[in-house]
């Protein structure tokens, strides 16, 4: 069974840095998209950044020059650095993956359990 697992997280100071990592598991024959998305209290869920299996990077304007997305494909593995946080970063950061299983004929999009990210002094 394919999974997304998630660490790193927690809570820090405004002006902190914390680094998210995934990793993705299971019966696995490709990935295209790799990417992190957020979701505040009482909000609806957001991109952060994505990057592609060669690389090409995308980002919200709001994380723009203070996260940095990067990837291993050889590990199915992707990170989110992130620096010079502010409390309006706080929210669950959800790690995503758009994959093809072993056998199958499609592509599909996985989801981690999520990680909670609090920015507060």
């Known amino acids: 069974q394919v999974r997304l697992v998630e660490s790193g997280g927690g809570l820090v100071q405004p002006g902190g840095s914390l680094r998210l990592s995934c990793a993705a598991e299971g019966p696995i024959f490709s990935i295209s998209t790799m990417g992190w998305y957020r979701q505040a209290l009482g909000k609806q869920r957001e991109l952060v950044a994505t990057?592609?299996?060669?690389?090409?990077?995308n980002y919200a304007d709001s994380v723009k020059g203070r996260f940095t997305i990067s990837r291993d494909n050889a590990k199915n593995m992707v990170t989110l650095q992130m620096n010079s946080l502010k409390p309006e970063d706080t929210a669950v950061y959800y790690c995503n993956a758009h994959l093809r299983r072993w056998l199958s004929d499609y592509d599909a999009d996985y989801w981690g359990q999520g990680t909670q990210v609090t920015v507060s002094s």
């Open positions: 990057i592609t299996k060669g690389g090409n990077t």
